[in-house]
T-cell receptor, first 111, second 110 residues
Framework: ELKVEQNPLFLSMQEGKNYTIYCNYS?????LYWYRQDPGKSLESLFV?????AVKQEGRLMASLDTKARLSTLHITAAVHDLSATYFC???????????FGAGTRLTVKP | NAGVTQTPKFRVLKTGQSMTLLCAQD?????MYWYRQDPGMGLRLIHY???????AKGEVPDGYNVSRLKKQNFLLGLESAAPSQTSVYFC?????????FGEGSRLTVL
């Protein structure tokens, strides 16, 4: 059975600190996506990772993909309050028609 | 730009009632999806469609039906609602794998 596991599920950070969110998955895939969800809102796409070794950066967030280890990371640099949200990884296991999500990591950045 | 639009945004049903959620996208995407989101469980795929006139079951299809008569619309139906179907439902569309989501529909079944 496919599993997509994120950790931690809850993360409380101080502003200015660095941290990494991990996404492990249990089946072969070379396509992984990260999404952000603000409370009560929809999900918006952050990163699309389409091959082994892919690295994408946007502002204080950087995502990477290691398909051999079946692992993606979302690294937060010098966190700010505006990054408080829930972050989801999603693994494409069937050619765009079967996207499976992790449980999400709820990030809170405190002053 | 409208993107992906879901209606209604909120609905309260009694057990056994039926209803339909409508999803409309204006991006000419081939792929459309219905997910449900429950606390601590991420998003789970209910049904999806890879093109007009086609539908397929996802991870949790029981109790739901779908139709895609037009490319831009994807309907999710509940024939006999149950309290276990209380959830937030998200529609999404895609052409390259990256998903574009609607704002969600919060359904409560009493």
């Amino acid at each position: 059975e496919l599993k997509v596991e994120q950790n931690p599920l809850f993360l409380s950070m101080q502003e200015g600190k660095n941290y990494t969110i991990y996404c492990n998955y249990s089946t072969t895939s070379d396509r992984l996506y990260w999404y952000r969800q603000d409370p009560g809102k929809s999900l918006e796409s952050l990163f699309v990772l389409l091959s082994n070794g892919a690295v994408k950066q946007e502002g204080r967030l950087m995502a990477s993909l290691d398909t051999k280890a079946r692992l993606s990371t979302l690294h937060i640099t010098a966190a700010v309050h505006d990054l408080s949200a829930t972050y989801f990884c999603a693994v494409d296991i069937g050619g765009w028609d079967d996207m499976r999500f992790g449980a999400g990591t709820r990030l809170t950045v405190k002053p | 730009n409208a993107g992906v639009t879901q209606t209604p945004k909120f609905r309260v049903l009694k057990t056994g009632q039926s209803m339909t959620l409508l999803c409309a996208q204006d991006m000419n995407h081939e792929y459309m999806y219905w997910y449900r989101q429950d606390p601590g469980m991420g998003l789970r795929l209910i049904h999806y469609s890879v093109g007009e006139g086609t539908t397929a079951k996802g991870e949790v299809p029981d109790g739901y039906n779908v139709s895609r008569l037009k490319k831009q619309n994807f309907l999710l139906g509940l024939e006999s609602a149950a309290p276990s179907q209380t959830s937030v439902y998200f529609c999404a569309s895609s052409s390259t794998g990256e998903l574009f989501f609607g704002e969600g529909s919060r359904l409560t079944v009493l």
